[in-house]
Protein backbone atom coordinates (compact mmCIF):
# COMPACT_ATOMS: atom_id res chain seq x y z
CA UNK A 1 0.00 0.00 0.00
CA UNK A 2 1.20 3.57 -0.83
CA UNK A 3 0.71 6.87 0.42
CA UNK A 4 1.40 9.73 2.87
CA UNK A 5 0.69 7.47 6.44
CA UNK A 6 2.85 4.35 4.93
CA UNK A 7 5.92 6.69 3.66
CA UNK A 8 5.56 8.20 7.66
CA UNK A 9 5.16 4.65 9.10
CA UNK A 10 8.37 3.47 5.99
CA UNK A 11 10.31 6.41 7.50
CA UNK A 12 9.99 5.70 11.05
CA UNK A 13 10.07 1.81 10.78
CA UNK A 14 12.82 1.31 13.50
CA UNK A 15 11.03 3.22 16.16
CA UNK A 16 7.26 1.33 15.06
CA UNK A 17 8.78 -2.37 15.28
CA UNK A 18 10.72 -1.63 18.30
CA UNK A 19 7.18 -0.51 20.14
CA UNK A 20 5.52 -3.26 18.17
CA UNK A 21 7.83 -6.06 18.99
CA UNK A 22 8.85 -4.41 22.62
CA UNK A 23 9.34 -6.60 25.72
CA UNK A 24 6.17 -5.18 27.51
CA UNK A 25 3.60 -6.57 24.67
CA UNK A 26 5.52 -9.66 24.69
CA UNK A 27 4.92 -10.15 28.12
CA UNK A 28 1.57 -8.54 28.25
CA UNK A 29 0.67 -10.79 25.32
CA UNK A 30 1.94 -13.96 27.10
CA UNK A 31 0.17 -13.08 30.25
CA UNK A 32 3.89 -12.57 31.91
CA UNK A 33 3.92 -8.95 32.93
CA UNK A 34 4.63 -8.55 36.47
CA UNK A 35 1.89 -6.64 38.53
CA UNK A 36 4.50 -4.18 38.80
CA UNK A 37 5.22 -3.01 35.22
CA UNK A 38 1.71 -3.43 34.78
CA UNK A 39 0.48 -0.85 37.20
CA UNK A 40 3.57 1.71 36.49
CA UNK A 41 2.31 1.84 32.87
CA UNK A 42 -1.31 2.18 33.75
CA UNK A 43 -0.46 4.74 36.54
CA UNK A 44 1.44 6.62 33.51
CA UNK A 45 -1.23 5.95 31.06
CA UNK A 46 -4.04 7.18 32.79
CA UNK A 47 -2.45 10.50 32.72
CA UNK A 48 -1.64 9.98 29.24
CA UNK A 49 -5.00 9.24 28.95
CA UNK A 50 -5.89 13.00 30.07
CA UNK A 51 -4.11 15.22 28.15
CA UNK A 52 -5.57 12.55 25.22
CA UNK A 53 -8.85 13.39 25.12
CA UNK A 54 -8.05 17.16 25.13
CA UNK A 55 -6.34 16.65 22.18
CA UNK A 56 -9.19 14.34 20.39
CA UNK A 57 -11.54 17.21 21.90
CA UNK A 58 -9.12 19.60 19.62
CA UNK A 59 -9.64 16.55 16.49
CA UNK A 60 -13.33 17.19 17.12
CA UNK A 61 -13.05 21.34 16.48
CA UNK A 62 -10.42 21.51 14.00
CA UNK A 63 -12.14 18.53 11.93
CA UNK A 64 -13.23 19.71 7.95
CA UNK A 65 -16.29 17.63 7.98
CA UNK A 66 -19.24 16.85 9.88
CA UNK A 67 -18.48 13.17 9.12
CA UNK A 68 -15.02 13.48 10.56
CA UNK A 69 -16.67 14.90 13.66
CA UNK A 70 -18.65 12.10 13.94
CA UNK A 71 -16.84 9.58 13.96
CA UNK A 72 -14.17 10.96 16.32
CA UNK A 73 -16.86 12.23 19.02
CA UNK A 74 -18.07 8.39 18.98
CA UNK A 75 -14.62 7.24 19.32
CA UNK A 76 -14.16 9.89 22.58
CA UNK A 77 -17.53 8.84 24.18
CA UNK A 78 -15.85 5.27 24.28
CA UNK A 79 -12.63 6.59 25.58
CA UNK A 80 -14.04 8.71 28.74
CA UNK A 81 -16.43 5.79 29.30
CA UNK A 82 -15.42 2.00 28.92
CA UNK A 83 -11.72 2.79 28.52
CA UNK A 84 -11.64 5.06 31.62
CA UNK A 85 -13.85 2.60 33.33
CA UNK A 86 -10.92 -0.22 32.93
CA UNK A 87 -8.63 2.00 34.14
CA UNK A 88 -10.42 1.75 37.13
CA UNK A 89 -11.33 -1.41 38.10
CA UNK A 90 -7.59 -2.69 37.12
CA UNK A 91 -6.36 -0.05 39.71
CA UNK A 92 -8.82 -1.74 42.04
CA UNK A 93 -7.80 -4.69 41.47
CA UNK A 94 -3.84 -4.51 41.79
CA UNK A 95 -4.58 -2.53 45.20
CA UNK A 96 -3.14 0.92 43.81
CA UNK A 97 -5.07 3.67 45.94
CA UNK A 98 -4.90 7.21 45.50
CA UNK A 99 -1.70 7.59 46.73
CA UNK A 100 -1.27 7.14 42.54
CA UNK A 101 -1.67 10.83 42.28
CA UNK A 102 1.57 11.75 44.31
CA UNK A 103 3.36 9.54 41.59
CA UNK A 104 5.46 11.85 39.50
CA UNK A 105 4.87 11.99 35.25
CA UNK A 106 7.76 10.01 34.08
CA UNK A 107 9.85 11.73 31.42
CA UNK A 108 8.12 10.57 28.47
CA UNK A 109 4.81 10.74 30.12
CA UNK A 110 5.76 14.80 30.51
CA UNK A 111 6.75 14.89 26.49
CA UNK A 112 3.42 13.31 25.38
CA UNK A 113 1.25 15.44 27.15
CA UNK A 114 3.42 18.59 25.97
CA UNK A 115 3.24 17.06 22.44
CA UNK A 116 -0.20 16.52 22.74
CA UNK A 117 -1.05 20.10 23.85
CA UNK A 118 1.29 21.78 21.36
CA UNK A 119 -0.64 19.52 18.62
CA UNK A 120 -3.39 21.02 19.56
CA UNK A 121 -2.63 24.13 19.64
CA UNK A 122 -1.54 24.57 16.17
CA UNK A 123 -5.75 24.08 15.42
CA UNK A 124 -4.12 21.92 12.54
CA UNK A 125 -6.00 18.72 11.69
CA UNK A 126 -3.25 17.38 10.29
CA UNK A 127 -0.54 17.74 12.85
CA UNK A 128 -3.98 16.33 15.10
CA UNK A 129 -4.14 13.78 13.13
CA UNK A 130 -0.25 12.86 13.24
CA UNK A 131 0.01 12.12 16.43
CA UNK A 132 -3.50 9.64 16.52
CA UNK A 133 -2.26 8.26 14.01
CA UNK A 134 0.68 6.65 15.80
CA UNK A 135 -1.11 6.38 19.27
CA UNK A 136 -3.97 4.24 18.01
CA UNK A 137 -2.60 3.00 14.60
CA UNK A 138 0.73 1.49 17.04
CA UNK A 139 -1.60 0.06 19.35
CA UNK A 140 -3.40 -1.72 16.89
CA UNK A 141 -0.60 -3.51 15.37
CA UNK A 142 0.76 -4.74 18.79
CA UNK A 143 -2.68 -6.33 19.63
CA UNK A 144 -3.16 -8.10 16.59
CA UNK A 145 0.02 -9.81 17.31
CA UNK A 146 -1.78 -12.27 20.04
CA UNK A 147 -1.56 -15.68 18.31
CA UNK A 148 -1.89 -17.82 21.57
CA UNK A 149 -4.51 -18.12 23.99
CA UNK A 150 -5.51 -14.76 25.46
CA UNK A 151 -4.09 -14.32 28.91
CA UNK A 152 -6.91 -14.89 31.68
CA UNK A 153 -5.84 -12.15 34.06
CA UNK A 154 -8.62 -9.57 33.01
CA UNK A 155 -6.32 -6.25 33.37
CA UNK A 156 -4.29 -8.36 30.25
CA UNK A 157 -6.92 -9.52 28.30
CA UNK A 158 -9.06 -6.49 28.27
CA UNK A 159 -6.16 -3.98 27.70
CA UNK A 160 -5.75 -6.32 24.02
CA UNK A 161 -9.36 -6.19 23.46
CA UNK A 162 -9.63 -2.54 24.19
CA UNK A 163 -6.78 -2.32 21.22
CA UNK A 164 -8.18 -5.47 18.99
CA UNK A 165 -11.58 -4.76 17.93
CA UNK A 166 -13.59 -4.20 14.89
CA UNK A 167 -14.52 -0.61 16.34
CA UNK A 168 -11.45 0.18 16.61
CA UNK A 169 -9.71 -1.27 13.90
CA UNK A 170 -12.59 0.29 11.56
CA UNK A 171 -11.32 3.59 13.50
CA UNK A 172 -7.90 3.38 12.77
CA UNK A 173 -8.91 2.81 9.37
CA UNK A 174 -10.35 6.15 9.17
CA UNK A 175 -7.42 8.01 10.94
CA UNK A 176 -5.18 6.44 8.45
CA UNK A 177 -7.66 7.76 5.41
CA UNK A 178 -8.22 11.40 7.27
CA UNK A 179 -3.87 11.51 7.42
CA UNK A 180 -3.51 10.32 3.64
CA UNK A 181 -6.28 13.30 2.79
CA UNK A 182 -5.36 16.22 4.78
CA UNK A 183 -1.09 15.22 5.77
CA UNK A 184 0.38 15.99 2.18
CA UNK A 185 -0.66 19.99 2.34
CA UNK A 186 1.18 20.21 5.47
CA UNK A 187 3.74 17.50 5.31
CA UNK A 188 6.10 18.95 7.11
CA UNK A 189 4.03 19.59 10.18
CA UNK A 190 2.40 16.40 9.84
CA UNK A 191 6.18 14.47 9.69
CA UNK A 192 7.91 16.09 12.49
CA UNK A 193 4.38 15.06 14.80
CA UNK A 194 3.99 11.90 13.60
CA UNK A 195 8.20 11.40 14.20
CA UNK A 196 8.54 12.71 17.66
CA UNK A 197 5.12 10.80 18.57
CA UNK A 198 6.98 7.51 17.73
CA UNK A 199 9.97 8.24 19.43
CA UNK A 200 7.77 8.66 22.53
CA UNK A 201 6.34 6.01 22.58
CA UNK A 202 9.13 3.59 22.27
CA UNK A 203 10.03 5.56 25.59
CA UNK A 204 6.99 5.36 27.29
CA UNK A 205 7.22 1.69 27.20
CA UNK A 206 10.85 1.51 28.42
CA UNK A 207 9.74 3.77 31.02
CA UNK A 208 7.81 0.85 32.64
CA UNK A 209 10.44 -0.74 33.19
CA UNK A 210 12.61 1.51 34.89
CA UNK A 211 12.09 1.03 38.84
CA UNK A 212 12.32 4.79 39.38
CA UNK A 213 10.18 5.97 36.58
C1 LIG B 1 1.31 6.00 25.56
C2 LIG B 1 0.11 5.51 24.86
N1 LIG B 1 0.05 5.63 23.53
C3 LIG B 1 -1.06 5.20 22.88
C4 LIG B 1 -2.09 4.66 23.57
C5 LIG B 1 -3.28 4.16 22.82
N2 LIG B 1 -4.53 4.71 23.09
C6 LIG B 1 -4.78 5.76 23.89
S1 LIG B 1 -6.44 6.10 23.97
C7 LIG B 1 -6.81 4.87 22.95
C8 LIG B 1 -8.21 4.63 22.56
C9 LIG B 1 -8.68 3.25 22.51
O1 LIG B 1 -8.18 2.43 23.47
C10 LIG B 1 -5.66 4.21 22.55
C11 LIG B 1 -5.61 3.10 21.60
C12 LIG B 1 -1.98 4.53 24.96
N3 LIG B 1 -2.97 4.00 25.69
N4 LIG B 1 -0.87 4.97 25.58
Known amino acids: MSGFVES ?14 HRYVD ?19 HRFIDAFVT ?3 AAV ?34 GIGDERHDIPDA ?9 MKEAAATRSYAA ?4 LNVAEGLYLDWAQRLDGPMPENFIHSEWIVLHDNPFFVDFVTFLK ?16 FFRRAVDLELA ?10
Open 27 to 45: ELLAGTISDEVMGRYLVQD
Open 107 to 115: APTAGFKAL
Open 61 to 94: ASADQFESRLRLGRFLGMVCSDENDYFIRSFAAL
Open 128 to 131: IMAV
Open 177 to 192: GELDRVGPAEAEVARD
Open 204 to 213: FFDAAYEGDA
Open 55 to 57: LVG
Open 8 to 21: LRLENAAGWDGCVK
